[in-house]
């Protein structure tokens, strides 16, 4: 069973390995791995458990406001190591949209 703290800690650690090609020496990351990412921070942001979040439900209805999904694009920037739009899930608005485009 993952903890809210072992959730933060894969949100802010998972695959920070620079392995393979990729802008600045990181490698692209899948689809997948995005998600995974994504689950676990909103996760630890909702304090709750991370069979819990659906990847098909919108942010809006996890309750991120817009200060919370800057926030949200500008950590999941960081850990892809590229620029994001700051508005991107606007554009994408649940995990599995945004990770399938972040993947392409």
């Known amino acids: 069973m993952t903890t809210r703290d072992d959730a933060g800690e894969r949100a802010?650690?998972?695959?920070?390995?620079a392995a393979g090609g990729g802008v600045g020496g990181?490698?692209?990351r899948t689809a997948d791995e995005i998600e995974?990412?994504?689950v676990a921070y909103l996760s630890r942001l909702l304090?709750?458990?991370?069979?819990k979040i659906a990847t098909r439900i919108s942010f809006s209805r996890y309750g991120l406001?817009?200060?919370a999904s800057i926030a949200m694009a500008s950590e999941?920037?960081?850990w892809l190591g590229r620029e994001l739009d700051p508005t991107i899930n606007y554009s994408y608005p649940t995990i599995a949209a945004l990770s399938k485009h972040l993947a392409e």
């Open 12 to 17: 802010g650690t998972l695959g920070d390995g």
């Open 26 to 28: 990181r490698r692209r």
């Open 36 to 38: 995974e990412w994504l």
């Open 47 to 51: 304090g709750t458990a991370p069979e």
């Open 65 to 67: 406001d817009s200060s």
């Open 76 to 78: 999941l920037s960081d």
